[in-house]
């Protein structure tokens, strides 16, 4: 079984809609981050957090909110979908350790109509 | 603001023909520069962590080397399954915490 899994794979929902996305992991990292990836933008962070109580805004927070519901689960609501949110969106994981490396979902293709 | 650049931006390669993709940065307080590769519709996959200017790691045909401002990937003799996106990342203090920051990325395709 994959160590960092994401529901759904593929989304289209229309514009005004909200819509959450989930992310469950069994790397027992205290870590966790999502990511949206646009063509030629590469890996853009929206939320991160370090630990159940601890939430941090990205770099592009504006429209998105998360929630830390257990250390292994994370996830990323789209309060009211528009167009511009269309994206690839993958959720990753890293322990408080070095090396940092980050371990990433499969990702969540996303349409907003 | 910390930056991450990589270059080129797309790559063209037959197989067998070496080169490098290049990744510069101008962050303080760095904690680690990441190289990952991006299959397409995948998620980023880990390929090596490097430190202190200087290091290298190597994994088959891939090198990665450390300076100050900028880190390289080598890829030795590619073959066609090293076509991908690689990604490069740096772990910098901002805020308050220390949080990955990516580049853009380099699509390399390798001709058989």
């Known amino acids: 079984d994959a160590d960092v899994t994401q529901t759904p794979r593929n989304r289209i929902t229309k514009t005004g809609k909200r819509i959450m996305l989930e992310c469950s992991q069994t790397?027992?990292?205290?870590?966790m981050y999502w990511y949206r990836q646009d063509p030629g933008l590469g890996l853009r962070l929206i939320y991160y957090s370090f630990d159940v109580k601890d939430i941090n805004k990205g770099e592009i927070s504006d429209g998105y909110s998360v929630s830390r519901q257990a250390q292994a689960k994370f996830s990323l609501s789209l309060e009211s979908a528009i167009p511009n949110q269309t994206a690839l969106y993958f959720c990753?994981?890293?322990?408080?350790?070095?090396?940092?490396?980050?371990?990433f979902g499969p990702g969540t293709r996303l349409t907003v109509t | 603001e910390d930056q991450v650049t990589q270059s080129p931006e797309a790559l063209r390669l037959q197989e067998g023909e070496s080169s490098s993709l290049n990744c510069s940065y101008t962050v303080s307080g760095l904690r680690g520069l990441f190289w990952y590769r991006q299959d397409p519709g995948k998620g980023p996959e880990f390929l090596f962590t490097?430190?202190?200017a200087g290091e290298e790691k190597e994994k088959e045909r891939l090198k990665a080397t450390l300076t100050k401002k900028e880190s390289f990937l080598h890829i030795t003799a590619p073959k066609p399954e090293d076509s991908a996106t690689y990604l490069c990342?740096?772990?910098?203090?901002?805020?308050?915490?220390?949080?990955?920051?990516f580049g853009r990325g380099t699509s390399l395709i390798v001709h058989p």
């Open positions: 990342a740096v772990q910098a203090f901002s805020g308050g915490s220390y949080i990955p920051t």
């Open positions: 790397k027992g990292h205290d870590r």
């Open positions: 490097l430190y202190s």
């Open positions: 990753a994981t890293s322990d408080f350790t070095a090396p940092y490396e980050q371990y």
